[in-house]
């Protein structure tokens, strides 16, 4: 095992992403992610793994690389914040529909529209039902600590390319630019020429050999009949990521009478939170999803015979709540807790919302 | 052991590298650490403040609004953070610039003139490793040998000729920093 280093997040995704092997960067800076390119501009991967690293003229191209990136069979990614991702959101179903790889990181930002800088989670819509247009799903990774930044890199790159589908690491401001102890993950070469031949020479554009149809990149397929059997190939490929890949975190579930639901740098606050009122008696336990699609709405089912109330708590307006419902299906109350606009809740109000919303609840 | 701090000043005193400082010397001895900063539109001569935590256990919330220790180095500070340390806790300033001292009766209250002491040692830029050195002193959460190794960590090796001039500094810290209350 590796030593303890201490990094920022944002900085922890660069150096990761030279470490799993990656083989290009394509980005556009913004707050409060630009710290990911400025790391990969410090290092200068491309004078010893090789990866190229590139500050492209917009988001919009930065998307654009990246898709041709994905379909030469290279392992991309790019980084933005809000308002940057949306710019991005034509490349993302473009992705999907083509059935790329790749990782795009976001570390989202107060919205909506230029919004502010400071941390938000009110882009679980756009992540996890959409953002561009289309029956399309990204996989989607919630990390709640520096040391997730570093892991979700490499299992970002394991997913998209096991399923062919692009995958969102959904961060906020402050996963992305508070330090923490971090434990690098070992070093992997980048793939060669053969192995990339290997892995996606069945459907990669690296050159046609005689012996097989052209390989081409794209979304576009005019005939209605064969879009539906592709829909349903697409659909047929979520539903087995939602059967296997689920993943999620408990903590002080078991015999709790009440639950809080949150997710990434809110599922930090939110343990505190549990900690405090448990010390005051209440039986709360914290439920923190990790993948956000696929949603561990069974694991969220299994809790709720114990349970009188359920809270989601959130730093958006209440997104992932209509989830807890979904899964609930409307066998007990959920309630929601959450701050907008750049704002951040403290331990003490998500106990003042345990204390009205769940245990006082009329 | 769990240590919760908030250090605030102005931006270019120091504020965000001596939290680093303080976070690296944590992990030198196996304990927890997160360093959360304020960020935003801010530039030198505005605010800059930064949350360390220091632990012993895995660190729920990077985000707390309740101190053990407020290392304040400023009056926009000393307004912002004063009411937010923890009855019992520690309140370390500089009064270098203070017009409205602390009041509070209920948390103990240090002086550090790191801001003079930094002029008389004629090297502006060891001000905030007098400070450390004086919180430090108040609460050796960490071990001097660690915070030397946190040094060497935290800056770039063509600086580490520099790293007898800061341990100089936090010495001197150590024996400046005095009890108003």
């Known amino acids: 095992m590796g030593e303890y280093k201490l990094m920022k997040g944002n900085e922890v995704i660069a150096i990761a992403a030279i470490r799993c092997g990656c083989d290009g960067y394509f980005g556009y800076p913004i707050t409060p992610q630009s710290e990911v390119m400025e790391t990969l501009m410090e290092e200068k991967p491309w004078e010893t793994t090789g990866m190229v690293v590139l500050q492209a003229e917009s988001e919009v191209a930065s998307i654009n690389m990246l898709y041709g990136g994905a379909a030469s069979g290279k392992k991309v990614f790019t980084s933005s914040s809000s308002p940057g991702i949306s710019l991005m959101a034509e490349g993302l179903t473009y992705l999907a529909g083509a059935e790329l790889p790749c990782v795009v990181v976001n570390v989202v930002r107060g919205g909506p529209g230029l919004g502010t800088i400071q941390p938000a989670q009110s882009d679980y819509f756009q992540a996890v039902k959409g953002g561009g247009h289309g029956d399309y799903y990204l996989i989607v990774l919630a990390p709640a600590s520096v040391q997730e930044m570093n892991d979700f890199m490499d299992l970002g790159f394991e997913l998209a390319f096991k399923y062919r589908n692009p995958v969102m690491i959904l961060s906020d401001g402050i996963i992305g630019q508070m330090m923490e102890k971090v434990q690098l993950s070992p070093e992997k070469p980048r793939w060669t020429e053969e192995e990339i031949q290997k892995i996606s020479g069945s459907w990669a554009t690296i050159g046609k050999t005689p012996d097989r149809q052209r390989h081409i990149a794209t979304s576009l397929d005019l005939d209605a009949a064969s879009q539906e059997r592709f829909n349903h190939k697409l659909q047929a490929k979520y539903k087995t990521i939602n059967e296997n890949e689920v993943r999620y975190e408990e903590f002080m579930c078991d015999d709790a009478e009440y639950l809080i639901v949150a997710y990434g740098s809110g599922a930090r606050i939110s343990q505190k939170a549990v900690e405090l009122a448990r010390a005051e008696g209440i039986k709360v336990g914290l439920f923190r999803p990790i993948t956000l699609f696929p949603y561990p709405t069974k694991a969220i089912q299994n809790r709720v015979p114990q349970l009188k109330v359920i809270l989601s708590v959130e730093l958006s307006a209440g997104q992932m709540v209509e989830d807890v419902r979904l899964a609930v299906e409307g066998k007990i109350p959920v309630d929601f807790f959450g701050r907008v606009g750049g704002m951040i809740f403290s331990p003490e109000e998500i106990v003042d919302a345990i204390k009205t919303k769940l245990v006082g609840r009329k | ?181």
């Open chain 2, 1 to 181: 052991m769990k240590e919760e701090i908030i250090i605030a000043g102005f931006g270019g005193q120091g504020v965000l590298s001596m939290g680093k400082i303080l976070a690296c010397s944590g992990i030198m001895q196996d304990q927890e650490v997160t360093w959360m900063p304020s960020y935003g539109p801010e530039m030198r001569g505005g605010t800059a403040n930064v949350t360390v935590i220091l632990s012993d256990d895995r660190i729920s919330s990077p985000i707390v609004n309740a101190y053990d220790t407020a290392i304040i180095l400023n009056q926009q500070s000393m307004d912002k953070f004063e009411q937010t340390v923890k009855p019992g806790g520690t309140l370390i300033y500089d009064p270098n610039g203070i017009t409205k001292h602390p009041t509070r009766k209920d948390i103990s209250i240090y002086k550090i003139a790191a801001a003079e002491e930094a002029v008389k040692m004629k090297n502006a830029k060891v001000f905030n490793m007098i400070v450390l050195g004086g919180f430090l002193k108040i609460k050796p959460i960490v071990k001097m040998e660690n915070v030397i190794a946190g040094l060497k960590k935290s800056l770039p090796e063509r600086y580490h000729h520099l790293i007898p001039m800061n341990e100089e500094a936090i010495e001197q810290g150590m024996k400046i920093v005095e009890k108003i209350s």
